[in-house]
């Protein structure tokens, strides 16, 4: 699920990125997509995707819209392997439909790991399946 | 997870934070998303730089999963939806799923049709996935 939050941050610009005016906006919103880019991820939140838009209030203080994702990196199947009863491969770069378990904050890579699993109608390997509504929803 | 055994999407007991954010359907976050692909494209000399794993795979997974694409019909889906008195939440999961049915809808999002919600009767439920299927067969 996507969610659109207000977020307060304070953002450092270095010196010799403060112009004047529309110039100094700029510096601003492009140091803050920077420390977005690089915060990547919060517990509290999960991901955070993009900025959506910036409320400056008041004097070099500037509040922002976030936008951040439940998300997933790095699976863990309970069947890690790759060929079942049926033939279906689950392999690096395939598609795979599953259930979340279990998720869990890694601080020091400040990631999510997942426990998921193919247990269950519709889950385990996908072929080139386009716009398809069932399969986002297992991933709620 | 510290309360998470309380938390039950179904009953639409979800946390504060989810009941009070604004959420987004998959096909909003793929506008979104493609619209600052192009302002950052246009406003700095190293894009690359402000285009992260996570910013490029969400964008590949909604516009994967979304069902609208046109803007005018992303708005009015919000526009149907939001005339449901459904909560945030609700809203984005069957904006997403897109239910085809009433039964659909409600195996979906189980909440809709809990006690003391006597707006969302049957026949609501079914003129707001009636005018959704419309807007997918103009788009």
């Given at each position: 699920m996507f969610l659109e939050i207000e977020m307060k941050s304070n953002v450092v610009v270095p010196p010799d990125q403060l112009y004047q005016n529309l110039l100094l906006h700029r510096s601003i919103i492009l140091k803050l997509l920077e420390d977005v880019a690089h915060i990547?991820?919060?517990?509290?939140?999960?991901?955070l995707v993009a900025v959506t838009s910036l409320k400056e209030r008041g004097e070099g203080k500037v509040f922002l819209s976030l936008k951040k994702m439940e998300d997933f990196k790095y699976v863990h199947g309970e069947n890690p392997i790759f060929v079942n009863d049926k033939n279906l491969k689950l392999e690096r770069h395939g598609v795979v439909r599953f259930r979340v378990l279990a998720l869990q904050w890694m601080e020091g890579q400040r990631e999510f790991m997942l426990l998921a699993s193919l247990e269950g109608d519709f889950l385990g390997p996908v072929s080139?399946?386009?716009?398809?509504g069932l399969a986002s929803s297992k991933c709620l | 997870m510290s309360g998470e055994e309380e938390e039950n999407a179904a009953e639409l007991k979800i946390g504060e934070e989810f009941l009070k954010a604004k959420c987004l359907m998959n096909c909003e976050v793929a506008l979104i998303l493609d619209h600052k692909y192009e302002q950052l494209q246009q406003m700095s000399d190293d894009p690359s730089n402000q285009i992260s794993q996570v910013f490029e795979k969400s964008l590949q997974y909604v516009k994967r999963f979304s069902?609208?694409?046109n803007p005018d019909a992303v708005r009015q889906v919000r526009e149907v939806l939001s005339r449901?008195?459904?909560a945030e939440f609700e809203l984005c999961v069957l904006g997403n799923l897109c239910p085809e049915t009433v039964e659909e809808a409600i195996a979906m999002v189980p909440s809709i049709k809990a006690k003391g919600r006597s707006n969302n009767d049957d026949d609501a439920i079914e003129k707001m996935l009636n005018d959704l299927a419309l807007i997918k067969k103009f788009e």
């Open positions: 990547k991820a919060t517990q509290k939140h999960g991901y080139g399946m386009e716009n398809s | 069902r609208y694409k449901n008195q459904l």
